[in-house]
Nanobody, 124 residues
Framework: QVQLEESGGGLVQPGGSLSLSCVVS????????MAWFRQAPGKEREFVAAIRWAATKYYADSVKGRFTISVDNVKNAVYLQMNTLKIEDTAVYHCAAGRAIVSTIRNPDAYNYWGQGTQVTVSS
């Protein structure tokens, strides 16, 4: 059984930082594309970042230079370091795993497994 469990969300002021974690069981991260998506109230799920085969990284333009995705193959976990947070980064952040290829890496339909999500609120 595949399980993804996120943690690390919370309330932070604009300009602050948060680090999200996603611990994965049931699959080996090296064999999958791992991604972070987010969904704000009333909006569609949005691609944030992905890492393929624990090596190549992809980012949404809105977070490039501020967010960093990484994996720990020993802990079987994926992380999202978020710096210089903005109010518009407020959303529920979900970790996802799937056999996404380069052309589908930003498409949520390419991911089979999802975590429940963790709330990130950026507010003064």
């Amino acid at each position: 059984q595949v399980q993804l469990e996120e943690s690390g969300g919370g309330l932070v002021q604009p300009g602050g930082s948060l680090s999200l974690s996603c611990v994965v069981s049931g699959i080996t991260l090296r064999s999958y594309s791992m991604a972070w998506f987010r969904q704000a109230p009333g909006k569609e799920r949005e691609f944030v970042a992905a890492i393929r085969w624990a090596a190549t990284k992809y980012y949404a333009d809105s977070v490039k230079g501020r967010f960093t995705i990484s994996v720990d193959n020993v802990k079987n976990a994926v992380y999202l370091q978020m710096n210089t947070l903005k109010i518009e980064d407020t959303a529920v952040y979900h970790c996802a795993a799937g056999r996404a290829i380069v052309s589908t890496i930003r498409n949520p339909d390419a991911y089979n497994y999802w975590g429940q999500g963790t709330q990130v609120t950026v507010s003064s």
